[in-house]
Nanobody, 123 residues
């Protein structure tokens, strides 16, 4: 069983930056595909970014491409999301998720989820 814990959320002004972390335990981190999702009130949960087990391959949603950067440190069992140029529409609960599977661009592919961390961007 994989446990995931997010941290780094908070309140930031538009144009500012935040760095989210996701610490994993209980599994083989170096074999996990990892992803960052977010869910705003009244909206569906959306995949923002994903990273392959070795960090070589990444995916970004159009809404965050060029502003957010996903990375991982397999030695520390941790994944990161650097968020720059934040906008009020980025306000949401951000979740990290993991899967040992290969269909990593599908929301339903992720088997393990963190509890979420709130990001609020003020205008």
């Amino acid at each position: 069983q994989v446990q995931l814990v997010e941290s780094g959320g908070g309140l930031v002004q538009a144009g500012g930056s935040l760095r989210l972390s996701c610490a994993a335990s209980g599994g083989t981190f170096s074999k996990l595909v990892m992803g960052w999702f977010r869910q705003a009130p009244g909206k569906e949960r959306e995949l923002l970014a994903a990273i392959s087990w070795n960090g070589v391959r990444t995916y970004y949603a159009d809404s965050v491409k060029g502003r957010f950067t996903i990375s991982r440190d397999n030695a520390k069992n941790t994944m990161f999301l650097q968020m720059n140029s934040l906008k009020p529409e980025d306000t949401a609960v951000y979740y990290c998720a993991a899967t040992y599977g290969i269909n990593w661009l599908s929301n339903s592919a992720y088997d393990y989820w963190g509890q979420g961390t709130q990001v609020t961007v003020s205008s």
